[in-house]
């Protein structure tokens, strides 16, 4: 067994390709355009793209088995044998079992989605129960090794930890807890290391980032257990365990004790860790592996603080490599193509490929000395501040984040909207069609003039509103057909953000966002949203809702500044959207929907600092949404993330409506909404829009009914989980037929 680590690595690189290659081959394998081999290959060229990117940027150890057709949680619920019977029974194809656990079938629902600790990525949240049989399958690390090996790279596989991995994991069984089968696990861990050994397996690494959120004795004391007998298995490779997102606290001197030859910290987001490291006296035999580069974030590392940082570490260990301190699956693959972007912000970038070349110097500097650092960048530009915004938040006042009490705020509202019991809604946008695609390119390309492509979009407006009238939603959308995605579209009208043309990050799936860069003072120039708001109430008698997205939100789905708090960031963007909420009542908008649902996103994954964070995200929201009058409805909405540990802030916002994602997680959501007292109005989604299976009318009752055990029908929405973009027509159509006929079904009994 080598010991030898090297001097630099990443704990992992983007997997969708340059151009989203693998988004397009995904799609076109669930659409049947190509077929399994064809999907394959497309796979198999993209991984040998990302490791001869880091072979030759010099990248000393260099991970494998990162990429995924969809999720690594995923993908380690199949390397462990943790495929649910639900699925295994239905006798597909192991690829297209894979898929159906991801996005379900007609027959069975798709796995529950949730957010990876405090990121936009979303992961799949493993089924684990008494029954569940876990059987080592390490076919994909094995092929993914043998394939680098072959391009001369010998390579790290990479899995989720077997303790974050329950940690993460949800109990099929009333009262179960799936740690509790950590033994079981860590014996398939066995196999899978004596498994990849065999094959030549020098080094294997084992993502542990459960421990940077706060974790009781008992399961700190698990994972030095865990550890232990894994170290003990014979013929295996030497393991590194990988941390990130934070500081480990306890969890640092347990795995320190056991013989793991290398141990991963952040940090860029765990700057303790260096303090708890010094603490733990001498490590001997051991590597660690210092997170120096900032893997989430796009701004380029101060080389000297990096260099001062790493020698304190090197001071400590028998040996330290650096590294980036996560995976890069979360920023963009490569700066060099954003040949449009402001010089003087680009000069201060780095994505994937930049920041590989980053770790790489780094490791050099701190082997042969820091003799050629780049030189520090210039102050921040002049232009980039705005005094006017600063001067507003100076003179806010805590009357500019409070609205009237709701009781009066409902019969306000209800008086002028005049809606039945168990209004239907969506949450916002509608399928986003090729048509539609093509015509914001062409438009963006100065191929299609102003004219055609407004003439373009209000037709597909027109669509959508005489579609919600003829199904009979109560509260219509105009459909977003304009917007290219619910946080870029406001980034590109606000100032203080840039827009990249290729900078895309993988969400979940097939699913890629473009997040935008802030890096100044953030300002409404004009009206975002009135005009094709006030063109869809035009067409209609019914209330039209406004959309917007939070400040959070919009925060949590860019790349943010990093010279100043966060809470002031979010406050200039707040006062933003406080300027459009009242030119959109001002035109007449009756309902206006402002939507957060990276609110539990951006929780910190320690309690201590989470109630400083809750206080500004709050505040905030309530500064964009507290300057309209009460007979206007304000709604939000939240997906995916375990709402119950922020349930008391979800109730702080005092929005009229909240919406929230309840469709995969067994709308247990209401119960934490009952433990709090919840007493404003409520939509939890009966239909999961992110897998392609349409709800029976007879589920929608079905879940409506267990929504009216909680909340009293007065109170109660009827709503999607969430947007309706990546949907097509037929079957939004049929999904929100049976949903308005559920809602007529449950107020005539």
């Not at 000393?60 to 995923?74: K, V, W």
């Not at 051991?286 to 580069?293: M, P, Q, R, S």
């Not at 929405?717 to 037929?730: E, F, S």
Request: with cysteine.
């Amino acid at each position: 067994m080598s010991t030898a680590f090297g001097q630099s690595t990443v704990l992992g690189y983007p997997r969708i390709g340059d151009n989203r290659e693998l988004k397009r081959a995904v799609e076109a394998y669930w659409a049947g355009r190509i077929d399994a081999e064809e999907l394959a290959a497309t796979a198999a060229a993209l991984r040998a793209q990302v490791w001869r990117t880091l072979r030759d940027a010099r990248l000393d150890a260099i991970p494998s088995n990162t990429f995924s057709y969809y999720d690594h949680m995923l993908d380690t619920a199949v390397a462990v044998g943790a495929v649910p019977h639900r699925f295994a029974r239905l006798g597909l194809s192991d690829l297209d079992t894979y898929f159906a656990m991801a996005r379900g079938v007609d027959t069975e629902p798709a796995l529950e989605l949730t957010k990876w600790f405090d990121t936009n990525y979303h992961y799949l949240v493993p089924e684990i129960g008494s029954g569940t049989v876990f059987v080592p399958n390490p076919a994909k690390a094995l092929a993914e090794y043998r394939e680098a090996r072959e391009l001369g790279v010998e390579s790290r596989p990479v899995l989720v930890g077997p303790a974050t991995f329950l940690l993460l994991a949800k109990t099929t069984e009333p009262g179960g807890d799936p740690f509790d089968r950590l033994t079981d696990l860590v014996d398939v861990y066995a196999e899978l290391l004596r498994s990849l050994a065999a094959a030549g397996v020098r080094w294997v690494q084992l993502d542990e980032p459960a421990y940077v959120a706060d974790r009781s004795t008992a399961e700190v004391d698990a994972l030095r257990e865990a550890y232990t007998r894994l170290c003990a298995v014979r013929q295996r490779p030497a393991i590194f365990v990988a941390s990130y997102f934070g500081e480990l606290g306890d969890a640092l001197p347990a795995l320190l004790d056991t013989p793991v030859e290398a141990v991963g910290l952040d940090l860029v987001a765990g700057t303790g860790n260096l303090r708890r490291l010094a603490g733990a006296g001498p490590l001997r035999g051991k590597t660690i592996v210092a997170g120096l580069v900032d893997g989430r974030n796009v701004w380029r590392t101060d080389p000297r603080a990096a260099v001062a940082a790493g020698a304190a570490v090197a001071g400590l260990a028998d040996h330290v490599a650096v590294s980036t301190s996560c995976s890069l699956l979360h920023v963009p693959v490569d700066l060099s193509v954003e040949t449009a972007l402001d010089p003087a912000l680009r000069q201060r970038l780095a994505f994937a490929r930049q920041k590989v070349d980053e770790v790489v110097l780094l490791g050099r500097a701190l082997r042969d000395g820091a003799t050629s650092l780049p030189e520090p960048l210039p102050p921040t530009p002049t232009e980039w501040r705005d005094d006017t915004v600063r001067g507003r938040l100076a003179a806010l006042r805590p009357t500019d984040r409070q609205r009237g009490a709701y009781p009066e705020r409902a019969a306000a509202q209800q008086t002028r909207l005049s809606l039945p019991p168990l209004p239907t809604t969506t949450i916002g946008s509608f399928p986003q069609t090729d048509e539609l695609r093509r015509a914001r390119a062409e438009h963006r390309a100065g191929r299609l003039d102003a004219a055609a492509y407004t003439q373009l979009m209000r037709a597909e407006v027109e669509h959508v509103i005489r579609l919600q009238e003829r199904l009979g939603l109560d509260v219509l959308v105009h459909g977003e057909p304009e917007r290219n995605d619910m946080v870029q579209y406001f980034g590109e009208q606000l100032s203080g953000f840039a827009a990249t043309e290729h900078g895309w990050v993988q969400s979940y799936g097939s699913r890629c966002v473009r997040p935008p860069i802030i890096h100044g003072d953030v300002a409404r120039r004009s009206p975002m949203t009135v005009t094709w708001s006030t063109y869809a109430q035009s067409l209609t008698d019914r209330p039209v809702k406004g959309m917007l997205t939070g400040p959070v939100t919009i925060l949590a789905w860019s790349f943010v500044r990093s010279d100043q708090p966060l809470a002031d960031t979010a406050d200039q963007v707040a006062l933003a959207l406080r300027d459009e909420c009242r030119d959109l009542e001002a035109a007449g908008i009756r309902v206006i929907q402002v939507d957060e649902p990276a609110l539990r996103e951006t929780l910190p994954l320690r309690r201590a600092d989470q109630k400083a964070y809750l206080d500004w995200a709050v505040g905030a929201f309530r500064l964009a949404t507290c300057g309209v009058a009460d007979d206007t409805q304000i709604h939000t909405h939240l997906c995916y993330s375990e709402f119950g540990e922020v349930i008391t802030a979800i109730d702080a916002l005092d929005a009229d409506v909240t919406s929230i994602e309840a469709s995969r997680s067994r709308m247990e959501v209401l119960d934490d909404l009952a433990a709090v007292g919840y007493g404003r109005g409520v939509g939890p989604g009966v239909w999961d829009i992110h897998s392609p299976r349409v709800p029976s009318r007879a589920e929608v009752v079905d879940a409506l009914r267990r929504a009216v055990a909680v909340v009293p029908a007065e109170r109660l929405w009827v709503n999607p989980d969430c947007g309706l973009k990546t949907r097509g027509y037929p079957e939004v159509e049929a999904s929100l037929e049976h949903l308005v006929a559920a809602a007529a079904e449950l107020r005539g009994s």
